[in-house]
């Protein structure tokens, strides 16, 4: 069993920052993606930003230059530390993460419950 654990969301005027953590616990041998989605009302949901092993980082193009994730391999931990917060970035934000639950186990995407950001303009 494996659980992630979001944290960090909030209330923020526009040009703002937060930050959002995520802890994964439980049977895990090793993560290879750690990745942020988010999902405003009506839309659907998006990749924000992703990091694998390298590291190696990706971000979408409405966030790239104001978002910068990372990670603590040692920890199961990452984090997105998000800047000059705009009202476009209000959404539930989700942490995934895929996860190899043994040396020779298939890859498993597990999620975290979903923290609410939301920017004031």
């Known amino acids: 069993q494996v659980q992630l654990v979001e944290s960090g969301g909030g209330l923020v005027q526009a040009g703002g920052s937060l930050r959002l953590s995520c802890v994964a616990s439980?049977?895990?041998?090793?993560?290879?993606?750690m990745c942020w989605y988010r999902q405003a009302p009506g839309k659907q949901r998006e990749l924000v930003a992703r990091?694998?092993?390298?590291?190696?980082?990706s971000y979408a193009g409405s966030v790239k230059g104001r978002f910068t994730i990372s990670r603590d391999n040692a920890k199961n931990t990452w984090t997105l530390q998000m800047n000059s917060l705009k009202p476009e970035d209000t959404a539930v934000y989700y942490c995934?993460?895929?996860?190899?639950?043994?040396?020779?186990?298939?890859?498993?995407?597990?999620w975290g419950q979903g923290t609410q950001v939301t920017v004031s303009s």
């Open positions: 995934s993460a895929d996860v190899l639950l043994t040396v020779a186990s298939p890859t498993y995407r597990y």
């Open positions: 439980g049977s895990i041998f090793s993560i290879n993606a």
């Open positions: 990091i694998i092993s390298g590291p190696s980082t």
